[in-house]
T-cell receptor
Framework: DAKTTQPTSMDCAEGRAANLPCNHS???????VYWYRQIHSQGPQYIIH???NNETNEMASLIITEDRKSSTLILPHATLRDTAVYYC????????????FGQGTILTVHP | EAQVTQNPRYLITVTGKKLTVTCSQN?????MSWYRQDPGLGLRQIYY???????DKGDVPEGYKVSRKEKRNFPLILESPSPNQTSLYFC????????????FGEGSRLTVL
């Protein structure tokens, strides 16, 4: 089960891009990278996921390095409502159901 | 509306009094899972279920039981709650683990005195 390493906290100014890094150096070839976020004590919310190509949706972009050992979640225009804990997780192979969340990054968006 | 519903949302109970936290999803999802969240420890997986009658332990299963008799429901049972099970609990579901997106419930805050 590949583990991830994220900075404990980050700050970002409102309206600027927030770039959240994640290291997953032991990721295996068939493991996806997922990002979730949790606002206050609400249930975590799915953001985006990818295997090796960069991905974009209405919420964010995901950039995965060519060696797949790290990735960056980009919130292009952060708002105050993006203040949350962001989790980068790597999913185990299909036949297993374990899904481990790390500590995440506390992103604080300032006015 | 697609959702994962947990009940109760808040509960204060006493040591040893059996309780069940229910979880129901209306999306016909195969995969369901329970997590607990504690300060400084993040989200930890308790049990998961890949389909009806198929359950397996997560990272912190001690003191908990689950069952999956029907697809939509995945109750978490605390046979003899203890104070160290005071926590915020989340249920989650997904159509299949390979699809990636987990839908989480709103959480159940449990206090065991």
């Amino acid at each position: 089960d590949a583990k991830t390493t994220q900075p404990t906290s980050m700050d970002c100014a409102e309206g600027r891009a927030a770039n959240l890094p994640c290291n997953h150096s032991t990721i295996s070839g068939n493991e996806y990278v997922y990002w979730y976020r949790q606002i206050h004590s609400q249930g975590p919310q799915y953001i985006i996921h990818g295997l090796k190509n960069n991905e974009t949706n209405e919420m964010a972009s995901l950039i995965i390095t060519e060696d797949r050992k790290s990735s960056t979640l980009i919130l292009p225009h952060a708002t105050l409502r993006d203040t949350a804990v962001y989790y980068c997780i790597v999913r185990e192979p299909l036949e297993k159901g374990k899904l481990t969340f790390g500590q995440g990054t506390i992103l604080t968006v300032h006015p | 509306e697609a959702q994962v519903t947990q009940n109760p949302r808040y509960l204060i109970t006493v040591t040893g009094k059996k309780l069940t936290v229910t979880c129901s999803q209306n999306m016909n999802h195969e995969y369901m899972s329970w997590y607990r969240q504690d300060p400084g420890l993040g989200l930890r997986q308790i049990y998961y279920s890949m389909n009806v009658e198929v359950t397996d332990k997560g990272d912190v299963p001690e003191g908990y039981k689950v069952s999956r008799k029907e697809k939509r429901n995945f109750p978490l049972i605390l046979e003899s709650p203890s104070p160290n099970q005071t926590s915020l609990y989340f249920c989650a579901s997904s159509f299949g683990l390979h699809t990636g997106e987990l839908f989480f419930g709103e959480g159940s805050r449990l206090t065991v005195l």
